[in-house]
């Protein structure tokens, strides 16, 4: 490993290591966490499909981590042997 990849690899690592331990997270860290850029999140503002506060003045946004990971699970899809189940039960119920 170069000298390089040890700096990027320490610095991803490091930053991984600070989002745990905070609960009030920035724009930056909610990128970091999600996987998301950061205009796509700011869209997600915009439209409301994001939970977020904002400061005082009402210039910089705020994220709770713990509502950005429950965002993030909301959608779950269902496994095959689920659906199969909910088919079997509602065809049953008929």
């Known amino acids: 490993m170069t000298e390089e990849q040890f700096g990027?690899?320490?610095?991803?690592?490091?930053?991984?290591?600070?989002?745990?331990?905070?609960?009030a997270l920035n724009m930056e860290?909610?990128?970091?966490?999600?996987?998301?850029?950061?205009?796509?999140i700011y869209k997600l503002v915009w439209a409301q499909k994001i939970p977020y506060y904002k400061d005082p003045i009402g210039k910089m946004l705020h994220f709770k981590k713990s509502e950005i990971e429950g965002w993030l699970l909301h959608h779950r899809t269902p496994t095959a042997a689920e659906l199969a189940e909910m088919a079997r039960t509602r065809s049953m119920g008929k």
């Open 8 to 23: 990027t690899l320490y610095n991803a690592l490091t930053g991984y290591a600070i989002l745990q331990a905070k609960e």
């Open 29 to 40: 860290e909610v990128a970091l966490l999600t996987g998301l850029s950061k205009r796509t």
